[in-house]
């Protein structure tokens, strides 16, 4: 067991701050939390995560080489964190331009296997259709890094809040954080 106390990590990808991706987080956040396990959220909106250019010096280096963007700050809480959340609204049949910077960027963390072994879950929302196909690569991220996977989300909902009428979704909110605690209970043993 690790001498610093296990977390989890909620990254909304949504350009909306408040947006129903960060609803969907926030809420298996709320569950986690409620049980004593520290949580953490982060909004990509606001932040600055350039794409990855191909240059494969993060071979050499072991991390990306792009610097002045918020890649690195976000990046660092990824690996500390035992559990990660990740949405993205779904812009045309996949996840968003942020999202996908961040996750191309973590190639520079795969050499190395420095997710390998952690948990996830992964959520999409749209407002009608795509969210299985943005659910599809963020699975692929996650399976690529050798994360375990604990579930996923399908959201629907185009206007900030419309998520909440979503009876599947909120109702799938605590049944994952539920495995998320459950988890957290088994590394104690």
């Known amino acids: 067991m690790k001498d610093t106390p296990m977390k ?15 609803i969907l987080v926030h809420e298996i956040l709320g569950h986690v939390a409620q049980k004593g396990v ?16 191909g240059c494969e010096k993060c071979k050499e280096e072991k991390c990306c080489v792009i610097k002045n963007d918020d890649w690195h700050e976000i990046i660092e809480k990824v690996v500390a964190a ?5 949405g993205s609204p779904t812009y045309y049949f996949d996840v968003c331009g942020q999202v996908k910077n961040l996750i191309d960027r973590t190639y520079s963390l795969w050499h190395d296997r420095k ?18 196909r943005a659910l599809e690569t963020l699975e692929a991220f996650l399976s690529t890094h050798e994360y375990g996977y604990i579930g996923h989300i399908i959201g629907r909902g185009f206007n900030p809040g419309d998520v909440r009428e979503d009876s599947i979704a909120m109702g799938s909110t605590k049944p994952i954080a539920d495995r998320i605690v459950s988890y957290f209970g088994t590394l104690d043993d």
């Open 8 to 22: 989890v990590l909620g990254i909304s990808g949504s350009m909306r701050r408040e947006g129903n991706t960060a």
């Open 38 to 53: 520290p949580t953490e959220f982060i909004s990509l909106s606001g932040k600055e995560i350039k794409p990855c250019i």
């Open 82 to 86: 035992d559990v990660l959340v990740i």
């Open 115 to 132: 997710l390998a072994g952690k948990k996830a879950v992964a959520i999409s929302v749209c407002a009608d259709k795509g969210g299985t």
